[in-house]
């Protein structure tokens, strides 16, 4: 099977921007779940989804949102951005829907200037 | 929330001894603990994870202990090689598939 995917892998914006990023889990896969990387706060979650449905949210603000779709793939999305957003965003797939194992994607790392 | 403290934040060995890396967990409520290795520019790698209905795992030259009552876990890693150099997290989830992580240890293994 594929690994989980996620595109694109790097990007560039300014403050204020939006940005889309996209995360295709391994197939058969209905958990996705995201997570900001920083050297600063570490790995810190941020969402998942199951079958559509965002089941979890961590401590973030309303400028981090997300969604899945039918097929499992899944986006984030950061408006209105700010330059301590630039970090490496890792999103991870289950398969089942509680404390699965997870595997992680290759990230998409963010910078902000 | 849930909160996981990991410690020490760096640790370097000999080739061939012993590395321990320790976190602690706050949520009661928590039942998965995976340890992911993380190698420069790459994604984590899930090495070995235990549940809360088992004390120890043991995967070749990787253990894990986990003490609900005290809310700790530790990874043992035997035998240490060049390739175990890394940056080691340790996670609770205290349900659905939501991991929250340790501050990591960064693993330098001297040949």
């Known amino acids: 099977k594929a690994g989980v995917t996620q595109t694109p892998r790097y990007l560039i914006k300014t403050r204020g921007q939006q940005v889309t990023l996209s995360c295709s889990p391994i197939?058969?896969?209905?958990?996705v779940s995201w997570y900001q990387q920083t050297p600063g706060q570490g790995l810190q979650f941020l969402f998942e989804?199951?079958?559509?449905?965002?089941?979890n949210k961590g401590n973030f603000p309303g400028r981090f949102s997300g969604r899945q779709f039918s097929n499992s793939r899944s986006e984030m999305n950061v408006s209105t951005l700010e330059l301590g957003d630039s970090a490496l965003y890792l999103c991870?797939?289950?398969?089942?829907?509680?404390?699965?194992?997870?595997?992680f994607g290759p990230g998409t790392r963010l910078t902000v200037l | 929330g849930e909160n996981v403290e990991q410690h020490p934040s760096t640790l370097s060995v000999q080739e061939g001894d012993s590395a321990v890396i320790k976190c602690t967990y706050s949520?009661?409520?928590?039942?998965?603990f995976p340890w992911y290795k993380q190698e420069l520019g790459k994604r984590p790698q899930l090495i070995i994870d235990i549940r809360s209905n088992v004390g120890e795992k043991k995967d070749q030259r990787i253990a894990v202990t986990l003490n609900k009552t005290a809310k700790h876990f530790s990874l043992h890693i035997t035998e240490t090689q060049p390739e175990d150099s890394a940056v080691y997290f340790c996670?609770?989830?205290?349900?659905?598939?939501?991991?929250?992580f340790g501050t990591g240890t960064r693993l330098t293994v001297i040949p």
């Open positions: 949520d009661s409520a928590s039942n998965y």
């Open positions: 989804y199951f079958s559509e449905t965002q089941r």
């Open positions: 996670a609770a989830s205290p349900g659905a598939n939501n991991l929250f």
């Open positions: 197939s058969g896969h209905r958990s």
């Open positions: 991870a797939s289950s398969s089942q829907p509680t404390t699965d194992t997870q595997y």
